[in-house]
């Protein structure tokens, strides 16, 4: 920090020198340099430098002579650098500040223009309105002066009317031909007229001439006001012309057809008798009943409010919402052929599968769990000579009655599916009970005749048990020898199917709105809500609105059952229907309806219908109901689950088999059973209930899985009904109370009675028979009558307290809290056995 000769620098507080600077206004004028000797003054550039300055404007350096003593080259030079900097820097600030200016200036200026254009604004407003009110008030003036005109004009009007029209024509001309047009006759009311038409005169001429439509007269509707137009003007001549001619009778009541439901509120009544609410309202309340626009009234009150306008009434139910799904009787020439439907039915594990996928060339049952139907399958086949079959595959478990059930009702021919090795079986009996409910015929299909052990003929006479006659048995219905491993019968099979949907004339009307029924139905995770439907008439069409039990919904894509989507589908042609707003139940009817509307509103009578059937149905209604079931409940345990499965059948399917498990003391309750996957909402309910969640070819979601860990909730999967109903009934029976067995060890006889201090009576006995034990059952018999049973609480021999006497011994015994023995009772002893049940 010093120079070469050991000086400070200058410019640094204590030194020989310093560097000032002069400021003026916010300005640098110089630089003054300051030292020892003398006082040294260094212009700012651009500002007239003095006298002491070089000639030419040069730094001081290119003349030694007159730099200040000790300051070099370097240090002249840094110094200048450094004060033209500071001079840049001034600049930039100078015009930095001036730029902020001209900014503030400009957000002055739109402030300014903002206040003035709002100031505008609110000046034309209140002109607006003060225009407004002034036309409001010129209107009632002229109100006013007209009906001051018509009492003049009533007041002048003869006693008599004229009965001759024209005479009254006439009369009205010569009135309107008065000074003031009819009004008073006196002088001030002339003068309160006058300058009311003046200025409407005037107004309609301004109007008139003006060129522009301005913000105000847009807003106000005109410098005149508003107003009357040629149509008021005109009724008002025709109620003057009436009043004159003496025609004021009232006008003749419309006499109305209204249409009243069940329940109706107050404001819909008056709007379709198109009577005034405070009407209606007024009625009511002369009836005694306190009610708003807004409440509901029955239909008989509805009756009498519409008797008393004079109308007439017309009682509608809810019902009639389904007025709109009407059965359509075709023509005979608008009739068509159609494919046939065929139902497989037959006992599990007969074939019924493979035999179909033999027919179709496919392999279903290796995707099935445990290689059994568990679901109903829906598949079209196209034989060798061109035909159309639709073929339905049902499950053949003891479960899936309903399914089968379902199955023979939508069919027009069932395959009955019998293993020539196994002969008929209980599922067998309920197929061919159900296609016998059904009124379909029946074709006979033994299966497995390729085994060595099968025997066909065994088949054809156990069916004659059931009233099925064969062909082979001079019958009439069709057997056919198959196997489905082989191939061998299939084409007779086909004939067979084919003859007798010949026999039937099978048709239908494929230029019509749809009707099908739901085979099965299910909630996808990507698609949605999903039905499984056969059309049985008309055409299914993408974009119909349909309504299908308790759902409704617009057909948004149709998948056939190779998943290729098509645009339509006509008679007995089993489709994927995506679009519905819920998964339906298996087995309900498809109805394509005109509008959005009308599905919606028979979609929510079905549902509000159904949920009133389930509360009819589970409510109790008297009290000697009420203490019976709340009597049954006490007695009878209940094993609660929570059932998911994946498509409606299989769930309909597994709460069925539940109802059967259980008896007079344990029972299986479901508290829940839908489509789709567990869900966290499931979880909740199961953790309430203290319920197992059941998932049938379901599985939770991450959400569920947490939650059932975090609340302990046990989440079962399975994929084989088998195994769920094993499960379920080993469960309900641990709530099974143990069965108690009595043994009988061994009998005594007291032969004495001793009185014994701190214990009480002893009996001396023998043991006559078997053996005594302490821990075991003793019951005191006198004269052969039970008159206590309890335990022991003393077995003595001799003097010694011991576990067992055998027969022939003598021992004393004392009961725990009974004294009253007597010699010659006699002692039974027994021991308890607790043996599990389980239900059948």
């Known amino acids: 920090m010093s120079d070469s000769d050991g000086k400070k620098p200058l410019g640094i507080r204590g030194g020989p020198g310093s560097v000032k600077q002069s400021f003026s206004h916010g300005r640098t004028k110089s630089v003054v340099v300051e030292t020892k000797r003398k006082r040294v003054v260094v212009p700012k550039p651009g500002v007239p430098k003095p006298a002491s300055a070089a000639p030419g404007g040069k730094p001081m350096k290119s003349d030694p002579a007159r730099r200040p003593a000790g300051i070099s080259d370097a240090e002249m030079e840094r110094r200048m650098k450094a004060l033209s900097l500071a001079k840049a820097k001034e600049v930039e600030d100078a015009e930095r500040r001036a730029a902020e200016e001209r900014a503030r200036e400009e957000e002055r200026e739109r402030r300014r223009k903002e206040a003035d254009d709002k100031a505008r604004e609110e000046a034309e407003r209140e002109e607006a309105l003060k225009a407004k009110e002034e036309d409001e008030a010129r209107a009632k003036r002229e109100a006013e002066a007209e009906r001051t005109r018509a009492a003049a004009a009533k007041a ?54 003006s060129g522009k439509l301005t913000v105000n007269q847009a807003l106000t509707g005109g410098e005149g006001g508003r107003q009357r ?48 609410v405070s009407d209606v309202v007024k009625s009511l309340m002369n009836m005694g009943m306190m009610v708003t626009q807004n409440q509901p009234i029955d239909v008989d009150t509805a009756e009498l409010i519409v008797e008393e306008f004079g109308h007439k009434i017309v009682r509608v139910s809810d019902s009639d919402v389904e007025d709109v799904i009407t059965k359509i009787e075709d023509d005979e020439k608008d009739l068509v052929a159609r494919p046939p439907v065929i139902t497989i039915m037959g006992h599990v594990d007969h074939g019924k599968t493979s035999l179909l996928d033999s027919i179709r060339n496919a392999s279903v049952t290796s995707g099935e769990a445990g290689g059994i139907t568990q679901h109903i399958g829906a598949y079209q086949v196209v034989t060798d000579t061109g035909a159309v079959l639709s073929f339905l595959d049902t499950p053949g478990h003891a479960a899936f009655t309903s399914m089968r059930s379902r199955g023979a009702q939508v069919t027009d021919i069932v395959v009955l599916v019998v293993a020539a090795d196994d002969s008929v079986m209980p599922q067998t009996i309920e197929a061919i009970n159900h296609a016998k409910a059904a009124g379909v015929p029946m074709i006979v299909a033994i299966n497995k005749c390729d085994k060595p052990d099968s025997d066909p003929n065994k088949v054809r006479t156990e069916l004659l048990q059931y009233e099925v006659v064969v062909e082979a048995m001079s019958g009439e219905v069709q057997d056919v020898e198959v196997s489905a491993k082989t191939g061998k019968g299939l084409d007779q099979l086909l004939e067979a199917i084919a003859l007798q949907a010949e026999i039937l004339e099978l048709k239908a009307n494929p230029d019509r709105v749809a009707e099908g029924a739901v085979i099965e139905a299910q909630l996808d995770v990507g698609r949605g809500p999903v039905a499984t439907v056969l059309i049985q008439n008309g055409t299914l069409k993408r974009g119909d609105i349909f309504v299908v039990g308790e759902q409704w919904g617009k057909v948004r894509a ?177 709530l099974l109370s143990a069965e108690v067995r009595e043994n009988f060890i061994g009998y005594a006889k007291i032969k004495e009675v001793f009185k014994v201090s701190n214990i009480g009576k002893v009996a001396g006995c023998l043991v006559t028979e078997g053996v005594a034990r302490r821990e075991a059952g003793v019951r005191l018999l006198r ?58």
């Open 156 to 209: 002048e009007k003869k006693p008599e009317t004229p009965d001759d029209p024209a005479a009254a024509q006439a009369a009205i001309q010569k009135q309107g031909e008065r000074p003031g047009r009819g009004t008073t006759a006196t002088p001030r009311a002339r003068e309160r007229e006058e300058p009311t038409r003046t200025a409407r005169g005037k107004g309609d001429a301004d109007s008139r001439r």
């Open 229 to 276: 137009s040629m149509a008021a003007m005109k009724r008002k001549q025709d109620r003057m012309r009436q009043k004159a001619m003496g025609s004021n009778e009232p006008r003749e009541k419309v006499v109305r057809d209204v249409q009243v439901p069940e329940t109706i509120i107050v404001s819909e009544l008056a709007n379709r008798m198109a009577e005034r």
């Open 558 to 734: 149709l998948v056939n059952d190779k998943g290729e989507r098509v645009d339509e589908a006509g008679p007995s042609v089993p489709v994927e229907v995506l679009g519905l707003n819920g998964t339906p139940e298996a087995g309900d009817v498809l109805n394509v309806v005109a509008t959005e509307a009308q599905a919606r509103e028979i979609s929510e009578y079905r549902e509000h219908a159904a949920k009133n059937k389930r509360a009819a149905v589970g409510a109790a209604t008297t009290l000697d109901q009420l203490l019976a079931k709340a009597k049954a409940d006490q007695t009878v345990a209940e094993l609660p689950i929570l059932v998911k499965a994946d498509v409606q059948g299989s769930a309909e399917a597994i709460v069925q088999a539940m109802e059967k498990i259980g008896n007079d003391e344990v029972r299986v309750r479901v508290l829940h059973y839908g489509v789709g996957a567990i869900t966290e909402s499931d979880i909740s309910l199961a953790e309430a209930s203290g319920a197992p969640v059941i998932g049938f070819n379901v599985r939770a979601n991450a959400q569920a899985r947490s939650t059932a860990n975090q609340k302990g909730v046990e989440i079962r999967y399975y994929s084989v009904i088998y195994d769920l109903v094993d499960d379920v009934k080993a469960a309900a029976s641990g």
């Open 783 to 840: 004269d052969d009558v039970v008159i206590h049973e309890g335990t022991l609480k003393t077995l003595k021999r001799f003097k010694d307290e011991v576990k067992e006497v055998q027969s022939g011994q003598e021992c004393g015994m004392a009961f725990e809290a009974y004294d009253d023995i007597r010699p010659n009772d006699v002692i039974e002893i027994f021991e308890r056995e607790e043996i599990e049940r389980n239900l059948d």
